[in-house]
């Protein structure tokens, strides 16, 4: 029998690669180039399986009907850039790669929060451009995080892994969002309240940190309207998908003082990020950092890989989600 003809579509972990390369007849990108949409639409007629990432999007012009493809094996938790009706249409199934990334996106929420808290990204351009010369009593004061209060929007892994910090870190009061109810245990483990919506959580919190899902459904979550909901105090952390977030009314807000700070490490049109955004002293900017380790980056690799197996070997895969 020859072996599964397989893309993956970005340079992965030397050690993830060894692995394909033994099992597969697989395809790898050591330049590390992004696919144009037309190499997607060509790959999709002559692999058996793609390994993509967020940098590949998977749409309907993409995955059609009658092609070779039969299954994406998505490197990372979020998977809105592949249309998944559009597979389940094609029958093709996919997968992506949860939990072994939550411990690392909670880690760079957290470490935004406290940036924009403390004002770290503003202290470390004043002290690099020259500008400290000393101690002063009122110097890039901040808002202490310890006790305040954090709104969380998604309850899932990511989500319960930023309650973790908040409360047995830093001692905040966690407030919940969740389109489901949360078991009353589950809140527990966080000294967490569940709200009734959304609405009612914006104006309760210091610090929003989202941790939802992105994708139609959840495109602009956070709108003007929303915004407006928040204390003027609050600072909005977005670690989920830039979609979540109306950016151009996130800069309006900053600038007009009606919120406090933001902390991103995902965009609208990543790679851009706005001019408005990038003038802001209030905003703690990243470069889509979440998973970003060696340890995640390996464990996402291989959990791809896991799924990819499974399904090769006529088992179901254990992160399917179509
Ligand atoms: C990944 C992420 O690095 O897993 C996710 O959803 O946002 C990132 O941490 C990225 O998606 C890789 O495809």
Redesign the pocket.
């Known amino acids: 029998m020859p072996k599964p003809k397989v893309l993956v579509t970005r340079a992965w972990p030397e050690a993830v690669e060894a692995r394909l390369k033994a099992n597969y007849d697989v395809t790898l990108n050591p330049e590390d180039v992004i696919h144009s949409a037309s190499d997607l639409r060509a790959a999709a007629g002559e692999y058996d399986a793609i390994l993509p990432?967020?940098?590949d999007r998977l749409g309907a012009d993409v995955i059609q009907p009658g092609g070779r493809l039969r299954f994406i094996g998505?490197?990372?938790?979020?998977y809105s850039h592949i249309d998944v009706a559009a597979a389940k249409a094609a029958g093709i199934v996919v997968s992506n790669?949860p939990d072994v990334?939550s411990d690392c996106?909670a880690d760079i929420a957290m470490t935004l929060l406290l940036m924009v808290a403390r004002r770290a990204g503003e202290g470390e351009r004043f002290l690099r451009a020259g500008l400290w010369e000393g101690w002063r009593p009122g110097q890039l004061i901040g808002r202490k995080v310890s006790g305040a209060t954090i709104g969380i929007v998604g309850f899932g892994r990511i989500g319960q892994a930023m309650a973790a910090r908040a409360r047995h870190g830093f001692g905040m009061k966690v407030l919940v969002q969740n389109r489901s109810p949360i078991a009353p245990e589950v809140l527990a483990a966080y000294g967490a309240r569940q709200v009734a919506s959304l609405d009612e959580l914006l104006p309760e919190v210091d610090f929003l940190s989202l941790h939802c899902p992105g994708g139609a459904a959840n495109r602009h979550l956070i709108d003007a309207r929303r915004l407006a909901l928040m204390r003027p105090d609050a600072f909005l952390i977005n670690t989920a998908r830039g979609e979540v977030v109306d950016e151009a009314a996130l800069a309006e807000a900053l600038a007009a003082g009606r919120l406090a700070g933001a902390g991103l490490d995902?965009y609208e049109e990543e790679p851009k990020v706005t001019a408005a955004l990038m003038g802001m002293e209030n905003a703690a900017l990243l470069p889509?950092l979440?998973?970003?380790t060696r340890e995640t980056r390996d464990a996402?690799g291989h959990r791809a890989v896991d799924n990819l197996d499974a399904f090769f070997a006529g088992r179901e895969p254990p992160d399917r989600v179509a």
Not at 74 to 78: A, I, K
């Open positions: 990432t967020v940098t998505n490197c990372g938790v979020g790669t990334l996106t995902v889509h979440g998973s970003a996402m």
